[in-house]
T-cell receptor, first 114, second 112 residues
């Protein structure tokens, strides 16, 4: 079965640089979510998209932006990177028509800011 | 507003049982349970919708008390593969506006 694909798997950036993380949701899933997970912490909700429109926003810094494209893939853009942005970034997708189904997470992108 | 889980950590011998609790201060539409191994993505275990149902498959089951805004995950006859961090995730509404808020996590280690 198709899964959520994230790229890259690992990314090393210097402070003040920019980074772009990509997410390809499961086909026919209409909602995409982005989460940030720091070391030893629980995943924190950043932002979500439903049918290519932003549907909700969590604790996402103004330096971050995201969008979902016509092919349903999503990108998280991070600028002026700080050391504290080092974390695992997960993308998840879900079909909102299926209340009985959970979120399917991608393998994540490990961002290290040096 | 983050759901609180208890215990924070538990160590089991293979074959023992465990219960993980999740408590929210807000009214909930649903509760999810996920298991995450170190450095990997959370893996969906099950979802419980409001209505006080109990679900399970194999040796893992869960209950959801909508009135108390609490859910419990039951692991019976634990296996080494059960090791990981368990998160409950709560949704306060359904549909396009739903999002998952993760609980504080419970680290489970199963030993021989």
């Amino acid at each position: 079965a198709a899964g959520v694909i994230q790229s890259p798997r690992h990314l090393i950036k210097e402070k003040r640089e920019t980074a772009t993380l990509k997410c390809y949701p499961i086909p026919r899933h209409d909602t995409v979510y982005w989460y940030q997970q720091g070391p030893g912490q629980d995943p924190q909700f950043l932002i979500s998209f439903y049918e290519k429109m932003q549907s909700d926003k969590g604790s996402i810094p103004d330096r971050f932006s995201a969008q979902q494209f016509s092919d349903y893939h999503s990108e998280l853009n991070m600028s002026s990177l700080e050391l504290g942005d080092s974390a695992l970034y997960f993308c998840a997708s879900r079909s909102t028509g299926g209340d009985l189904y959970g979120y399917t997470f991608g393998s994540g992108t490990r961002l290290t800011v040096v | 507003q983050q759901p609180v889980q208890s215990p924070q950590a538990v160590i089991l011998r293979e074959g023992e049982d465990a219960v993980i609790n999740c408590s929210s201060s807000k009214a909930l539409y649903s509760v999810h349970w996920y298991r995450q191994k170190h450095g990997e993505a959370p893996v969906f275990l099950m979802i419980l919708l409001k209505g006080g149902e109990q679900k399970g498959h194999d040796k893992i089951s869960a209950s959801f008390n909508e009135k108390k805004q609490q859910s419990s995950l039951y692991l019976t006859a634990s296996q080494l593969s059960y090791s990981g961090t368990y998160f409950c995730g709560t949704e306060r509404e359904t549909g396009t506006a739903s999002k998952l808020t993760f609980g504080t996590g419970t680290r489970l280690q199963v030993t021989l």
